[in-house]
């Protein structure tokens, strides 16, 4: 093969953020020359003899091109040792835990981590054994009274969901690490654009990849990357041993997604600032939950670990939880759903959609909030959508 080749085969470590998600695990098809790579839809390999692997890959379950190429993105992306892709983030959560984790070991999480990770957690793994509670990590003090010997795994996510709290996470990694434990971070709601907790402390990252890395709305995925080597053959065991990986098609649109990422999430920042300056701006709102705020209690935490403020944000109405339901159902660009992460704007009620499973727990939210995920359609049309359903619930 000729230079071309050999310059796609360099390690993309020497480049900036930008160019290592448009390359990294992108070279052209050696074959053809085609630019981007095939989609690899197959189940198995032909063998050249028993055990004649071509480039490694036997069965689709163990591995395949596509989602191999997405892995080597997706560890470029965090400046990982490593990377797997799965068929969900829960998919990647559970494959991660039932990895490092055994009978008796204790969790330690946020106590205002994504639902379905506190669910996983306390309904599915409590069960075979694993114990979880919850702490507000925002103090390191009442992290470090509430780890015990049996502590491997301290799991945080900043900025949080629905209220956007930032977590310090170099403060919080050196106290993980004090205790004996691992620091994971769920990197989903910042994305590697903004934020890169592996360089700040932490030993692994997750992803919901259906959110900013996929970036459209139209694939689910999840990612698990490393800092170094400690953990990668177990959790891969569990990857191929209970087969929760990303289909073809599936890594393929993720890949085609993150090369945009980049340029989307700068959009996404900077809408999402504009309209939390307008809420803030408005009586309707009594609550504007944006770390870009200066008056965030979060902001200068951000500001130092972050490189924006990303495209989520929460807004609390001052008339109550009977008024946020009805702004959640008042807009027309904006459109109710859960997820988030895609170009489109989305709006949604938390107490009864995406945090509905935790209402009454330690994990409740307030019950006056909407969450938006803000898109990067014109702004202007943006905030006179809000405008409008301000209006609308108003008059009613
Ligand atoms: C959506 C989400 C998950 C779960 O990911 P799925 O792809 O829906 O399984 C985990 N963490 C965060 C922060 C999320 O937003």
Known sequence: MRGAHRTYR???????????????GQQPDPL????????????????????????????????????????????????GAS????????AAEDALLRGILRPGDHVLLGNDVYGGTYRLLTKVLAPWGIETTTVDLQSADAVRA???PETKIVWLETPSNPLLKIV???VIAEAAHTAGAILVVDNTFASPALQ???????????HSTTKYLGGHSDVLGGAVVFGDDRFVEQVKFQQFAVGAVSA?????????????????????????????EWAASRPEFADVFYPGLASHPGHEIAARQMSGFGGMLSLG????????RAFAESTSVFQLAESLGGVESLIGYPPEMTHASVRGTALAVPENIVRLSVGIEDVADLIADLEEGLARIAAS
């Open 146 to 148: 509430a780890v015990r």
């Open 10 to 24: 360099k390690a993309m470590t020497d480049r900036a953020f930008a160019t290592r998600a448009i390359h990294a």
């Open 196 to 206: 890169q907790p592996l360089a700040l402390g932490a030993d692994v990252v997750v």
């Open 317 to 324: 109405l001052s008339a109550g939880p009977a008024a946020a």
């Open 32 to 79: 053809t020359g085609a630019i981007i790579p095939p989609i690899y839809q197959a189940s198995t390999h032909v063998q050249d003899g028993i055990g004649g692997y071509r480039g490694g890959f036997e069965y689709n379950r163990a591995g395949n091109p596509t989602r191999s190429s997405l892995e080597t993105q997706l560890a470029a992306l965090e400046g």
């Open 248 to 276: 073809p098609l599936d890594a393929w649109l993720t890949t085609r997604g993150i090369k945009t990422l980049a340029v989307r999430v700068r959009q996404h920042s900077e809408n999402a600032q504009a309209i939390a």
């Open 83 to 90: 990377a797997l892709s799965f068929a969900s983030g829960l």
């Open 168 to 170: 310090d996470i170099a």
